[in-house]
């Protein structure tokens, strides 16, 4: 079983900085990717960021330029430095590891529980 516990979120004023950071454990075998996913009320989860464990990264069209993704293969560690924070960026946010957990075995995607961001204006 993976577990993955995010930190760091919490209130920032606008054009504000924040830096999340995520770590997946316990049966991982080969990561495949780490990324971040947010949802704000009444909206659906959306994909903010990803980097795969080559570190070729993705980013929302929203995010492009304000945020930078982050990994640490060997800790199995994903940060998301989030610059000139808008109140549009108010969510909470998840973290998701996509590993497999022996060799030949499918990845999956295993969740953390998600931390808040709120961005006042």
């Known amino acids: 079983q993976v577990h993955v516990v995010e930190s760091g979120g919490g209130l920032v004023q606008a054009g504000g900085s924040l830096r999340l950071s995520c770590a997946a454990s316990g049966s991982i075998f080969r990561l495949n990717d780490m990324g971040w996913y947010r949802q704000a009320p009444g909206n659906e989860r959306e994909l903010v960021a990803l980097i795969s464990s080559e570190g070729i990264t993705h980013y929302a069209d929203s995010v492009k330029g304000r945020f930078t993704v982050s990994g640490d293969n060997a800790k199995n560690t994903v940060y998301l430095q989030m610059n000139s924070l808008k109140p549009e960026d108010t969510a909470v946010y998840y973290c998701?590891?996509?590993?497999?957990?022996?060799?030949?075995?499918?990845?999956?995607?295993?969740w953390g529980q998600g931390t808040q961001v709120t961005v006042s204006s």
């Open positions: 998701y590891a996509n590993s497999a957990n022996s060799p030949g075995t499918a990845y999956y995607r295993q």
